[in-house]
């Protein structure tokens, strides 16, 4: 779980500044990055049990919660 945070961290703070702030001034910015490592790291368990390939179940967990679209200029 830590490395999913450490990953969404640095990943938001590069690709999604105005997120980021806007999570910072409503102070829950920490909490967000916690929670987005707690759903990669449940979702990436429960597709192992199923049978998926652990690189191929953290593949699918990175997109979906940690390396999200990156903001554009019209954000």
């Known amino acids: 779980m830590i490395l999913f945070r450490s ?3 640095r990943q938001w703070e590069k690709y999604l500044p105005g997120m980021v702030k806007e999570l910072k001034a409503e102070g829950i ?3 967000q990055l916690d929670l987005a490592a707690q759903w990669a790291s449940e979702e990436l368990a429960a597709l192992v049990k199923r049978g998926a390939q652990v690189e191929a179940a953290k593949e699918i967990v990175l997109r979906e919660y940690i390396f999200l679209d990156p903001e554009t200029d019209d954000e």
Request: net charge positive; no cysteine.
């Open 7 to 9: 990953l969404a961290k």
């Open 29 to 31: 910015y920490e909490k």
